[in-house]
Structures are given as C-alpha cells and as structure tokens.
C-alpha cells in the first residue's frame, strides 16, 4: 500500500514538474545563421567580413534595445584555430561610439534580416592560414534573451589584394 502511494507520488510530481509542454513542440526560435565568411590579411589586422541572418521565427515582432546603430550590434565574432582554442572574441558595432546613452528600440520582424558585418581582429597570428569562425549573442531588451549561436565555419585567410 505503502509502495504504490510513493509510486503515485513519483508520478504525479513528474507529471507536474514536466507538465504538458514537455511533450509538446518546443517554442518556434530566433536563430543566428551564418551563411559565408571570408577572412583578409590587411597589414596588423585581418578583416573578416561575415554574412549573416537573424531568422525571427517566434510569431510576433519582437524589439532589440541596443545603444549602437543596428540589431545586430552586439553579437561577437568568435575566432578558434582548427583545434577549437580560442585566439578572439570581438563584438560587432557599426559605429565606434554609442549611437544614444539611453539605448534604442530597433524592430526585428518576422522573418529573416540579412546584413553582411566586417569585423576587423588584431592580435592573431601573422601566419594564421586556416581559421573558424562563429557568432554569438543575445537579443538584448527582447523579451528573447537566450543565447543565440550560429554554426562554425573555416575561412582562409587571405592577402589583401593591393
């Protein structure tokens, strides 16, 4: 009797902790994607110029408050060798200064924003070849605030055509 009162307990807590959502289909998302990169030699410094998507597939418009110019101002570029050891982490802004002190609303609509964002590394190796790249970030004053991160890729590093 004992037992099955302890089994029904057991159950029941499990039955309310994972309530009815854990069966259902997780929450639709915003992803990061990063379609292409490209990485250029200039002198102390390698450009790396990324094209990427912010995929707002949550249903409703959602607002990104951020002091720079642009949603996308934020998310970081983060640079490992072909082993994964981390050599940068650089965050993307459009403009070097704060476009406002108190921060703007800037609208991410259903869908998909594409934009192509340049990052300019200092400090890497001169004779780097063969580096991965990834975005992170989060989607500040959204409502959204997970952690976003798109996929590695590789990019060669190439000189710049003079």
Request: aromatic share 8%; charged share 25%; glycine share 8%.
């Amino acid at each position: 009797m004992i037992r099955g009162v302890l089994v029904w307990l057991a159950a029941t807590s499990v039955a309310c902790v994972l309530g009815p959502s854990a069966a259902a289909d997780p929450e639709p998302a915003v992803s990061l994607l990063l379609r292409k990169a490209s990485a250029e030699q200039w002198e102390k410094d390698i450009h790396f110029e990324c094209q990427v998507i912010l995929d707002n597939a949550t249903g409703r418009d959602l607002a990104v408050r951020s002091n720079f110019y642009s949603v996308f101002d934020g998310l970081q570029l983060v640079v490992t060798t072909p082993e994964g050891k981390v050599l940068a982490q650089q965050g993307y802004t459009f403009h070097q200064s704060p476009f406002t002190s108190r921060g703007r609303d800037f609208p991410l609509k259903r869908g998909k924003m594409e934009d192509t964002l340049v990052f300019p590394v200092g400090g890497l190796p001169k004779d780097a070849r063969s580096l991965k790249v990834r975005l992170v970030g989060t989607l500040p004053g959204s409502g959204y605030e997970r952690i976003l991160s798109s996929e590695t890729l590789v990019v060669e590093v190439k000189d710049r055509a003079r």
